[in-house]
């Protein structure tokens, strides 16, 4: 069975850099078949993809987020990482962390989500 778990801490400074860890069990984070997203939601925006890394470790970021995020990989600890530097509140969200299908490009596993609020 496979299952994400995202981690991180749950309130964030305006400006600050978020730092965002999805761990995979289950299924490995480098398999051809699957692609791992991040994916958030605000009240406001509903789900917003944030961007993604397929198997061979290339990335594609949303174009509006893309000046100041990354996604990153660490597969001897089936680590997702997402990067996001000089948060705004707008950024506050649920961040899910879900596993992709090259196949038909649905989602088939994610993440509880965890919740992240920028505040001074």
């Known amino acids: 069975q496979v299952q994400l778990q995202e981690s991180g801490p749950g309130l964030v400074k305006p400006s600050q850099t978020l730092s965002l860890t999805c761990t995979v069990s289950g299924g490995s984070i480098t398999s051809s078949d699957y692609y791992w997203a991040w994916i958030r939601q605000t009240p406001g925006k509903g789900l917003e993809c944030v961007g993604y890394?397929?198997?061979?470790?290339?990335?594609n970021v949303s174009p509006s987020l893309r000046s100041r995020t990354s996604i990153s990989r660490d597969p001897s600890k089936s680590h997702i990482t997402l990067q996001m530097s000089s948060v705004t509140p707008e950024d506050t969200a649920v961040y899910y962390c879900?596993?992709?299908?090259?196949?038909?490009?649905?989602?088939?596993?994610w993440g509880r989500g965890t919740q992240v609020t920028v505040s001074s």
């Open positions: 879900a596993r992709g299908r090259e196949s038909d490009y649905s989602y088939d596993y």
């Open positions: 890394m397929v198997h061979s470790g290339v990335t």
